[in-house]
């Protein structure tokens, strides 16, 4: 009689095993039409994130908010022609946050603000080691970049954007460290 309860429990132990792999949600991986995606070269190295940024409708609020209620450091307002932009920068210790509101009606950042009327997270920034590297490198794996070659930005730094459908729909820029 044991023996016959032993293996009843065996057999029901096996099939309830059983549903449970074949009910197990299935898990997805990532994946990207980059058909070979490569780490950095060793010619060049990825750094800290050094600002995330937000286009914002009304700088001024945006400023307002960020140093009278949130109580952070703030820069006076900074135009920077060349990329048609005013920018704000919000020190947060580690890292920073780069308000941005557009200078006139061809700006990037007017186009950005009439699809998101309230603004919103425009890009990140990252710092690389070698941008004239990290920019020849990654146009041999075939990531887009937004221009043929780096541009002076807001930093003062040599910079360049890289297309968001190359990367997860983020548009990112780097920056020279």
Not at 39 to 51: C, F, T
Not at 88 to 95: H, R, W
Request: proline fraction near 5%.
């Amino acid at each position: 009689m044991a023996r016959v309860l032993r293996a009843a429990a065996a057999e029901s132990a096996v099939g309830l095993f059983s549903r449970l792999q074949t009910s197990a949600p299935k898990l997805r991986t990532f994946s990207t039409s980059q058909s070979s995606l490569q780490a950095a070269s060793p010619v060049w190295n990825l750094g800290r994130l050094n600002h995330v940024a937000i286009a914002v409708p009304d700088l001024e609020k945006a400023t307002a908010f960020y140093k009278n209620v949130l109580g952070a450091r703030v820069s006076e307002a900074v135009p920077v022609p060349e990329h048609g932009v005013s920018v704000v920068f919000v020190n947060l210790g580690n890292t920073k946050m780069e308000l941005l509101h557009p200078l006139g009606n061809d700006s990037p950042i007017a186009g950005f603000l009439q699809r998101n009327k309230a603004g919103g997270m425009h890009h990140i920034c990252i710092e690389v080691d070698d941008i004239n590297a990290a920019v020849m490198d990654l146009k041999e794996k075939k990531i887009r970049s937004l221009s043929e070659e780096a541009k002076i930005g807001a930093h003062g730094k040599p910079v360049i954007f890289l297309h968001p459908k190359d990367c997860g729909g983020v548009l990112v820029e780097l920056e020279q460290a």
